[in-house]
């Protein structure tokens, strides 16, 4: 048997085979290396992809933000560094349906598990100072507390809502509105401030995306959770990448940001995210923010 059908036969039956030892060969840095070093450092993009990379930088350097892209500070990567690399999502429930404790705990888990569909592609990529990004669900907007259904203990209720009565997260707490991080009027402080909205709207079938969050029909993302390919195409703008209606780069067709071509993360999307943060960096006293995140400088 490959080692890789004993790992997974490990992971599907780890009760059943707890009396057998592992084979430690799983402790050989030389079996995982393979993975390991599908970790990208530098900025060294296949072949097929520069020219349609360069292409996507142009346009959208020369289009965006009258011309100043990185004028723009509240990108997902700003977001980022100011919260630690840590992200606080609030979810805007905006629907009259009940949610149950278990859908909210699924939802979170989605969250958690999708973010890293992005972010884990940044870990040791050209100074990005994060190994992971923990993701937790700290509110819920709603517009009674009873469509909460179970035990909210560990989120706040919000009852707050926007000026079209959407439920909103109280914008007290929310990066959104206090880009200098002063959330002294967040009744909970830093401590329950939130980076971003998931907005779950009832009968959407599209999606939005931005600097404040991601917005997806609230039966599509409970009926996705596993992969939302729609959400992870909004978390994508939320990262900076553009949408492609009008035009596709040189020979690349496929890919998520590419609205219906696609519903995982490609290369492509990857390299892009990547061209940004490269772009983007030395904003940052990465450093600094090193030393926060592990620790330890390297
Ligand atoms: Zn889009």
Redesign the pocket.
Known sequence: MKLLEIVTLTALYGAATAARTGDDRDLKADVWAKTLNKRQTTWSPPSNLVTPLQEVWDHVSTTYNNGDLLGFKNYGYDILMASNGTLNFCVRWDSDASVTEADRTAIESSLKTNVRKWTDQLTGFMGWPFDQVPVSVVGWAVKDKTQLQGSVSGIDVHTTADSAGIPECDPACGRFFHQDNDYSGCAGGVARHYDMSLWLTAGMEGGA?GDWGQRVGSEYFLSALDSPHIWL??FG?TLALD?FYDWTPTGITNFIMN?GSSTTITDFDIWMMRDFWRHIASRFNLRKLKTRAVGKFD
Do not use: K, V, W, Y
């Open positions: 995306g195409h909004e703008h949408d609205a």
